[in-house]
């Protein structure tokens, strides 16, 4: 007979092995319990091997018009949700949850996560934030500038992305374990069509768990007062994650050129998009 505890506590020999023993002797006499470290390591690899993309900022924008402009960069959002993806089928919790809640997790939580990929992969010298525009940032702006709402809801997206490099530093951890904690939030996409989940215990339960892994983490780095600090800024961060990214699912839905085109959307776009 297969003993699981037995494995579990093999994998977890040879993890502890790969960590610098003096690094983990110092978390440990503070706040930082084993089993936060070990989650701590297993999600920052699981994010750095997924949600890192040498090519972020160089974008392929066909703008020989309106149409061909928004379905490539729609492409472009494809490939970030599938490393999103990626990324969360590592994580047990989120991979032992029912298939119908994973999906509807997936679709309905995903597209608001988009600017902790774009804070991740952020660049002062080179990005489309940049003063400095090479000739991909400048047909990249111009992507935006041909509707007026997508203009400001550009506008909207950079200033909520430099927020979060701000507030987080760019802090692997703090990345990885706000990526986590936000897939399992029933409610994020402001959806009133959001189905109930099946089991929304289980998801509760994984999102508490990393809160709490993410809260220890804080403290013990930064101190208990600047946790909270931190933790009221983030909550105003994510209601501004929030209202963007129905701002333009809106766009998206009262635009004729991406209804007459649906078939040129792959369906994870779609989903995401709640446009089927």
Request: with cysteine.
């Amino acid at each position: 007979m297969l003993d699981l505890d037995k494995d579990d506590d093999d994998n977890n020999n040879v993890l502890l092995e790969s960590i610098d023993l003096n690094e983990m002797e110092e978390i440990l006499l503070e706040t930082l319990s084993i089993e936060d470290w070990i989650t701590i390591q297993n999600i920052q690899s699981s994010f750095a091997s997924t949600i890192q993309d040498d090519n972020a900022n160089h974008l392929n924008v066909d703008l020989s018009n309106p149409v061909s402009a928004i379905l490539s960069w729609l492409q472009t959002a494809d490939q970030i949700a599938l490393r999103f993806i990626r990324f969360f089928r590592q994580i047990d919790e989120f991979e032992g949850l029912d298939a119908d809640d994973r999906f509807i997790l997936i679709k309905y939580n995903l597209f608001p996560l988009f600017p902790l990929y774009k804070c991740f992969n952020y660049s002062p010298t080179n990005n489309y934030f940049s003063d400095q525009e090479d000739e991909d940032t400048k047909r990249f702006h111009q992507c935006f500038t041909l509707f007026n709402e997508l203009s400001d809801i550009h506008d909207l997206h950079i200033n909520l992305t430099i927020s979060l490099v701000e507030l987080t530093k760019q802090d692997l951890t703090l990345l990885s374990l706000l990526l986590t904690i936000l897939v399992f939030s029933q409610g994020l996409s402001m959806n009133e069509d959001e189905p109930i989940l099946k089991d929304s215990l289980a998801v509760n339960r994984a999102q508490s768990h990393y809160t709490t892994v993410l809260w220890n983490y804080l403290v013990n780095k930064r101190g208990e007062l600047q946790a909270c600090i931190f933790f009221r800024q983030l909550l105003t961060i994510i209601f501004r994650m929030q209202l963007t990214s129905k701002i333009f699912r809106d766009f998206t839905h009262v635009q004729r050129i991406i209804q007459d085109n649906v078939d040129q959307i792959t369906p994870l776009m779609q989903a995401v998009l709640h446009i089927s």
